[in-house]
T-cell receptor, first 112, second 113 residues
Framework: GDSVTQMEGPVTLSEEAFLTINCTYT??????LFWYVQYPGEGLQLLLK?????DKGSNKGFEATYRKETTSFHLEKGSVQVSDSAVYFC???????????FGTGTSLTVIP | DAGITQSPRYKITETGRQVTLMCHQT?????MFWYRQDLGHGLRLIYY???????DKGEVPDGYVVSRSKTENFPLTLESATRSQTSVYFC????????????FGPGTRLTVT
């Protein structure tokens, strides 16, 4: 079945460091791919998405590119801030758009 | 703009009791979803609804019942709660399905003793 695998955390970075959170997927066909973010005590928010191969999603300095050949959707940011501390979830929706699968989440802490 | 709300925010119940978690959205979104969040599993889809009176199973539906008589409400019922259902439950809504942005509620933390 469809699934998402993302790198284990927690990840701790200093402010202004480069961030990469790895995400790979297994799916039939070409699913849509997402990154959601969960700030402490809150529900999830959509960070970015990509719906087809080679698409790049971007938002708030974060980027991720839909790589069909490596079945990956890695999240990157060039310079993290303390306010980026949160849990990041990679996810996919299946071809029907009804079933949705999250990765296990990666906790990021950014220290000043 | 109330958005999407869940109630209660915290609930403690005993094994075998029936519990209903409420979800209400003010956007008239067609789709609504219930997820549970557990350490080591991320979020897993329990049930979703494409419209009023249309519901379908997600990845982990066993032990749960849903209904959707009105577009804005999507209650989740645990008919006979078990300890394994201790979790944080999130409701979400979307204009046109999971391919589109989902808007999440604040969550309900349920403890089954």
């Amino acid at each position: 079945g469809d699934s998402v695998t993302q790198m284990e955390g927690p990840v701790t970075l200093s402010e202004e460091a480069f961030l990469t959170i790895n995400c790979t997927y297994t799916a039939t066909g070409y699913p849509s791919l997402f990154w959601y973010v969960q700030y402490p005590g809150e529900g999830l928010q959509l960070l970015l998405k990509a719906t087809k191969a080679d698409d790049k999603g971007s938002n708030k300095g974060f980027e991720a590119t839909y790589r069909k050949e490596t079945t990956s959707f890695h999240l990157e940011k060039g310079s993290v801030q303390v306010s980026d501390s949160a849990v990041y979830f990679c996810a996919l929706s299946d071809l029907t758009g009804n079933q949705f699968y999250f990765g296990t989440g990666t906790s990021l802490t950014v220290i000043p | 703009d109330a958005g999407i709300t869940q109630s209660p925010r915290y609930k403690i119940t005993e094994t075998g009791r029936q519990v209903t978690l409420m979800c209400h959205q003010t956007w008239s979104h067609s789709y609504m979803f219930w997820y549970r969040q557990d350490l080591g599993h991320g979020l897993r889809l329990i049930y979703y609804s494409a419209a009023a009176d249309i519901t379908d199973k997600g990845e982990v539906p066993d032990g749960y019942v849903v209904s959707r008589s009105k577009t804005e409400n999507f209650p989740l019922t645990l008919e006979s709660a078990t300890r394994s259902q201790t979790s944080v439950y999130f409701c979400a809504s979307s204009r046109q399905g999971a391919n589109y942005e989902q808007y999440f509620g604040p969550g309900t933390r349920l403890t089954v003793t």
